[in-house]
């Protein structure tokens, strides 16, 4: 069960079929793109690797990111994906923990080699085009043009066993230091399969456009889309620029995108501005999933207004990739239902191949709407921590993700999470969620965005404080609507939530400190209130 046979299938049932795009412009057919992954994998080979070696992925977003998954793949190798906007010395801790030694890089993320890799290769430059070169005998020709069927077969890819490693993924390390995921090829093919089943159906036809980092959950979509024959497009910036992913889905047909809740957000306020109507969002997207970090009820109420029901909502870890619970479109679009409301600020239901839970720290099943910790288990669950077994055995038990996230089930089966165990603030003995105040506060006038923290106190062992950023017009504009203030804030919040939940502080600033796909870093925030303590 080696994941790139869905790339040979493709290459030969349809090999000229489109695949690769950067922009409008296509780059590799199915059949140019087998064989560039093939003649990877071997030079791979040649080089020193084996099968169940790391291969990193330290690049900004391009088709031949693809390319380079796919080839390790073929070769039996791991591929190793690295956050884009690390810092160096970051990356060479991961290199080293992984015990890596070959690596393909952009110039622009990795200007200096990195220390411990034994070859570097920068991806985009022309030297680097030898390594996807077609091996002698298997193509006719030159690899370029529009064709593929007409050219000799590349060689299998190697066999992989189901729980052989296929992705060390490298968590945010928000903790300490990022602990590697192991995830296996049984654990990317359920997770595939399960896109189907439970996100979206696509077809040959269909596009999906990688725009968030394609070194998270946006590039692991490739494998839904490649096991239909679809096409995979990087805008040209290789980023989030939403007039470019509007224009690039009026000219390829609607997309389909995996984005983060900021990304949807820039979607919507581009759309807003331009005076959009949902058909004319629909003419450009298809399906945009959204996850990642928690969408605010008030913002995926006005993405529904201005672009229509072209959202799907998944809820899943690093350790369970993009699969533990999904918010379909119908969901989302069953405005009628009695609970509407409830149900678009869940996370939806669990999804077909995983079960959950919701258990106190003693792994008894709490009752209905009472919060705890969600479990997981199923066949996407991560075969554990990269040379860790310590971390292994406290998030594994008894078969169990323990996925640190606080949440609570509904009599239907709709979870809605809380917060992470770790940003849960307890004050004089209470419990509160930042992610229930912030989204009174995201409903404030004037307030565009906000993120809640616990910060030390001698009298209540911790204080909510807000960081608030206040709504614009325009970048550089001057804020809308009323002035937003201290006391506004604190009678807006006084208004719909207890009071021993609303804020004791307030701290207004420019923009909210966030990783490079979307998600606020709140160490960095209360890092920030320590430093001024």
């Given amino acids: ?81 690295v956050n884009a906007k690390l810092h160096p010395a970051e990356v ?31 991806a985009l430059a022309p030297e680097a085009d030898a390594w996807f070169a077609p091996l002698p005998g298997s193509a006719s020709g030159s690899d370029s043009g529009s064709g593929g069927s007409g050219a000799a077969a ?55 456009v990688y725009a968030a980092p394609m070194s998270h959950g946006c590039g692991l979509y490739a494998i839904p889309h490649l096991m239909a024959g679809a096409r995979h497009v990087v ?46 969002a629909a003419a450009a997207f298809k399906t945009i999933v959204y996850g990642g970090a928690p969408m605010y009820l008030a913002d995926i109420e006005r993405a ?5 029901p072209r959202f799907v909502q998944i809820y899943g870890q690093g350790e369970t990739p993009m699969v533990a619970t999904a918010l379909s479109r119908r969901h989302i679009g069953d405005a009628a239902h009695p609970r509407h409301r409830e149900r678009l600020a869940s996370v939806g239901v669990a999804q077909t191949p995983v079960r959950l839970r919701v258990a106190d720290a003693q792994g008894r099943d709490v009752p209905t709407g009472v919060a705890g910790e969600v479990l997981v288990r199923g066949d996407t669950v991560m075969a554990g921590y990269w040379r860790n077994p310590e971390a292994t055995a406290a998030a594994l038990r008894d078969g169990w993700l323990w996925t640190g996230d606080i ?55 911790e204080v909510i404080v807000a960081f ?7 970048p550089g504009g001057a804020a809308t609507g009323p002035a937003v203030t201290e006391a506004a804030l604190d009678a807006h919040c006084l208004a719909h939530i207890a009071r021993f939940k609303r804020p004791k502080r307030y701290v207004f600033v420019d923009e909210l400190p966030k990783n490079n796909y979307g998600k606020v870093l709140k160490t960095e925030l209360r890092a920030r209130l320590a430093a001024k303590a």
């Fill in 304 to 308: 529904l207004r201005v672009m229509g």
């Fill in 468 to 474: 608030v950023v206040a709504r614009r017009d325009a």
């Fill in 154 to 208: 590349p060689p299998p890819p190697v066999d992989r066993a189901p729980d052989d490693l296929a992705w060390l993924f490298y968590t945010s390390g928000t903790t300490g230091r990022p602990k590697g995921v192991m995830l296996t090829h049984r654990n990317l093919l359920t997770m595939g399969l399960t896109y189907f089943a439970d996100v979206d159906p696509v077809r040959a036809d269909d596009a999906i």
């Fill in 407 to 461: 949440g609570a089930l509904d009599a239907d089966g709709f979870l809605t999470l809380k917060d992470r165990s770790k940003d849960l603030v307890i004050s004089g003995g209470s419990n509160i969620y930042p992610r229930e105040v912030e989204e009174v506060l995201l409903t404030a006038p004037g307030v565009a965005e906000v993120a809640v923290v616990g910060a030390p106190d001698a009298q209540w062992g």
């Fill in 235 to 280: 805008p040209a910036s290789g980023g989030v620029d939403p007039a470019e992913l509007f224009a690039l889905g009026r000219a390829l047909g609607p997309l389909s995108t995996f984005a983060a809740p900021t990304i949807v957000k820039r979607l919507v306020d581009h759309a807003q501005a331009c005076a959009l109507t949902p058909e004319d």
């Fill in 92 to 122: 060479e801790w991961i290199v080293g923990n992984a015990q890596a030694r070959i690596g393909f890089v952009t110039a622009d993320v990795a200007p200096a080699p990195i220390s411990g890799l034994q070859r570097q290769i920068d």
């Fill in 1 to 81: 069960m080696n994941l790139a046979e869905l790339l040979a299938r493709q290459a030969r049932t349809a090999a000229d079929r489109p695949a690769l795009f950067e922009g409008t412009q296509l780059v590799a057919t199915h059949g140019q793109w087998a064989r560039r992954s093939a003649a990877l994998a071997a030079r791979l080979g040649a080089a020193g690797l084996v099968p169940g070696d790391r291969v990193v992925v330290f690049m900004r977003n391009h088709p031949r990111y693809l390319e380079i998954l796919f080839g390790a793949w073929w070769g039996g190798f791991a591929v190793l994906p």
